[in-house]
């Protein structure tokens, strides 16, 4: 029973990524634009993020911007945008950001992408949260 609950999650986390976390806005899976080969080794990704709205109000000019990535992975535009997110609510970005990974130059699977997220509260009130991974886990 235990590895069919594993790898039930395991499945509801590669299709729909997670759904809590210790961060109030964070991002819960991507969306593919475009992936193409630049080169043999060079691949590039254009992508959209949603993001999940975790507080009890809605949030405004949500921006996120890639503030760390793999060493093999060249940012060439780390931000995505949002107009509002309302509460409890989870959107693809209206933009997409552009990754390129070369694959000649492996790093450890597991190390991935780190966002800021920037948003307005309701009262206009700024927020930033840093370090946020592209995928966080519950706690």
């Known amino acids: ?17 997670t759904t809590a976390s210790a961060f109030e ?5 991507y969306e593919k634009v475009k992936f193409s080969w630049k080169s043999n080794t060079l ?7 949603y993001l999940k709205n975790s507080t009890d109000e809605n949030i405004y ?14 940012v060439i535009d780390g931000s995505v945008h949002f107009e509002q997110i309302k509460a ?3 959107l693809l970005s209206k933009d997409s950001f552009t990754v390129q990974t070369d694959t000649a ?3 450890d699977p597991n190390e991935g992408i780190t966002w800021e997220i920037r948003y307005k ?3 206009g009130k700024v927020h930033v949260l840093q370090s946020v991974p592209e995928f966080p886990s519950s706690e």
């Open 25 to 29: 806005v964070f991002p819960v899976k």
């Open 43 to 49: 691949f590039e990704g254009i992508i959209k993020v």
């Open 105 to 107: 130059n492996p790093v």
């Open 61 to 74: 000019d949500v921006v996120a911007t890639i503030s760390s990535a793999p060493a093999n992975t060249k």
């Open 88 to 90: 409890g609510q989870t």
């Open 121 to 123: 509260d309701q009262d």
């Open 1 to 17: 029973m235990k590895v069919l609950s594993l790898i039930l999650a395991l499945i509801g986390f590669l299709f729909f990524g």
